[in-house]
């Protein structure tokens, strides 16, 4: 299976690119010569086939020479890089159905089949096989680890199978005689799932329908080849051996014995159903004309709508790319193998985590009606792509699981229903989010129980503001310092050398992350001075007194014993 990759501005040029001439060994140059076809327009057709092999060192004299047409301008882009798609794109869908009618298989003596095929023989069935053209509508998705197919839980197979007979050998000698002749060839083709077989079909070419597909099933198509013979017999009556001839009549049997072979193919895919979709709409009280939403598609998405004009994009693009082991078809019989380019030219659309987080597309930032708050999911190791293909993934990504908007401009009204699409095309499910939360307002008071010269305990208490309920989530950070709340909506920390005023702040749990949203809340408090009790600055007075006066009045006897001359506080 497989993925995608990013969009970029590119204005490059190129030559002719050797990927639209014909190579030899019956190889198909990678883009059909035969297109555009069956409705497509050129540049959709031009960009459908990422796996081409792009031009480099192109230059701007190169690329806009002699492009007399947009068309032109298009084929030479494309051929200079690879240009993603933003949503699975429906004209792949259109070419598969189209070139699957072109298919020819092989008369009674060859099979035509794809390089790819897994050929199997029987008794006079020779060379069967049956494969799966494409699997409608469906989109490999590119991971780390290698590719997942991912299908819709209803929708189609085309499947193609052929064969060559040999016919037995007669005997037109001796007196039993036999001749065969091959009256008619038949082929079933059935489509089984998820333990249940869901479509039948005949001939070389059959389109098969399922339906309630889930989970991961393997999607296997059965092909039931017969062919039927008219077995003549004749015997003689009466054999001269001496002659070797019949003296008598002949008497003649005919036989219609039939020769069946089973061949078989099977894929592994993903089902990609919206069922598990949930989200809530969020109200906010400090801000009554803000609103928002959580949404959680639990699968990979494209995008999703939430009102007429506005849509969130994720991070998942696309790009359109040939099934491998198509560009050869093969034409075997009894004496040997010849190789032509192909005429049918499936095509299969991948997706890639691109570089691009996902955004809400708008004309300019004064259009932008919705914010993303946040995307969240597990964070994966980016794939690789395939050689051929220009485009650049996301190494690592976050696989967005869910998603939080909100808007000031936005009513409440268009949030009671989005829209999400899947990674598959035509893929996507309304889904009402009845469920309605409110970011509360809240009251943060902050207390210092505590204090002494050199640090201060401080109280945070956080309550709803309209109901006094204490908050017990979140966080209060005061100045440096961090504490969590407990069942009474309390918390406590202890300030070294804190200022005179404190200040704190209630971060509140991000309103998309819990079932109880708050708004965050500030607030300031004194921390007290420390003076000394009264008495105990009449305690001080009196022992400075006891201390130094004494001492104070020994030294004023001796100015004056000395006339003066110690201190000079006598006057002579």
């Known amino acids: 299976m497989t993925t995608i990759r990013q969009p970029v ?19 198909a140059p990678v883009i059909p010569a035969d297109g555009p076809a069956y409705d497509i327009e050129n540049e959709t057709f031009q960009r459908l086939w990422s796996d081409d ?35 699975p794109p429906r004209a792949v869908e259109q070419w598969n ?37 494409a699997v409608q509508p ?14 819709a839980p209803d929708g189609d197979v085309l499947a193609l199978s052929d064969y060559r007979v040999v016919i037995p050998e007669g005997d037109d000698t001796g007196l039993r005689r036999e001749k065969w002749s091959l009256k008619r060839t038949s082929t ?3 489509l089984s799932a998820g333990d249940r077989t869901h479509d039948t079909g005949r001939g070389h070419t059959a389109t098969l329908d399922y339906a309630g597909l889930s989970g991961s099933p393997e999607v296997t198509v059965t092909a039931e080849i017969t062919a039927e013979f008219d077995h003549h017999i004749r015997e003689c009556e ?52 803000r609103t928002g939403a959580v949404v959680s598609p639990a699968t990979p998405w494209t995008t999703i709508a939430v009102a007429d004009d506005t849509r969130i994009r994720s991070n998942w693009w696309f790009y359109s790319a040939g099934t491998p082991g198509w560009r050869t078809m093969e034409s075997d019989t009894a004496t040997g193998s010849s190789r032509a380019a192909s005429s049918v030219r499936p095509l299969q659309v991948h997706a890639y985590p691109s570089k691009m987080a996902p955004s809400v597309p708008s004309e300019s930032e004064t259009d932008r009606h919705l914010t993303i708050e946040k995307t969240w999911g597990p964070e994966q190791a980016g794939p690789s792509l395939p050689p ?28 009671r229903e989005v829209e999400v699409h899947g990674i598959v095309r035509g893929q996507s499910r309304t889904v009402s989010l009845s469920s309605h939360r409110t970011v509360r307002e809240t009251n943060l008071t902050l207390a210092v129980v505590e204090s002494n010269a050199t640090h201060a305990t401080v109280l945070a208490s956080v309550a709803n503001n309209a109901t006094g309920d204490p908050v017990t989530t979140g966080r209060v950070e005061i100045e440096s310092q961090t504490t969590t709340l407990n069942s009474s909506g309390e918390g406590v920390v202890t300030l070294t050398n804190p200022p005179a005023l404190v200040r704190g702040q209630y971060d509140p749990t991000e309103w998309w992350r819990t079932t109880e949203p708050h708004a965050a809340a500030v607030d300031v408090t004194k921390v007290p001075g420390n003076y000394p009790e009264p008495e105990t600055l009449i305690d001080l007075t009196v022992v400075t007194l006891l201390w130094f006066l004494p001492a104070g009045l020994a030294v004023v006897g001796f100015d004056y014993i000395t006339g003066g001359d110690l201190l000079g506080f006598i006057d002579p």
């Not at 054999?239 to 019949?246: E, G, I, Q």
């Open 188 to 190: 079933d083709i059935t």
């Open 388 to 415: 051929n293909v220009d485009l650049d993934t996301a190494d690592p990504y976050t696989h967005a699981e869910s998603v939080a908007v909100s808007s000031e401009t936005l009513d409440g009204e268009d949030f």
């Open 97 to 133: 159905r189209g070139d699957f009618d072109d298919y020819s298989p092989g008369d009674r003596t060859t099979s035509v089949h794809p390089a790819s095929a897994s050929l199997s023989d029987g008794t006079v069935i020779k060379d069967a096989f049956v494969s799966i053209f």
């Open 138 to 151: 469906s989109t490999v998705l590119h991971h780390r680890t290698g590719t997942t197919q991912h299908v």
């Open 9 to 27: 501005a590119v204005v490059v040029v190129l030559a002719m690119s050797c990927s639209t001439v014909m190579a030899s060994g019956g190889l």
């Open 238 to 289: 009466d054999w001269n051996r001496t002659l070797d001839t019949c003296r008598g009549g002949w008497e003649t049997e005919t036989h219609h014995p039939s020769f069946s072979k089973t061949v078989s193919t099977s894929r592994d895919v993903v089902v990609n159903r919206l069922d598990g979709v949930s989200g809530s709409r969020v109200g906010f009280d400090t801000a009554p004309s």
């Open 53 to 87: 092999a792009d031009s480099e060192n192109l230059s701007l004299d190169d690329f806009d020479g002699d492009a007399e047409s947009k068309s032109e301008f298009i084929r030479r882009l494309t051929r200079s890089t690879d240009t993603p798609f933003e949503q």
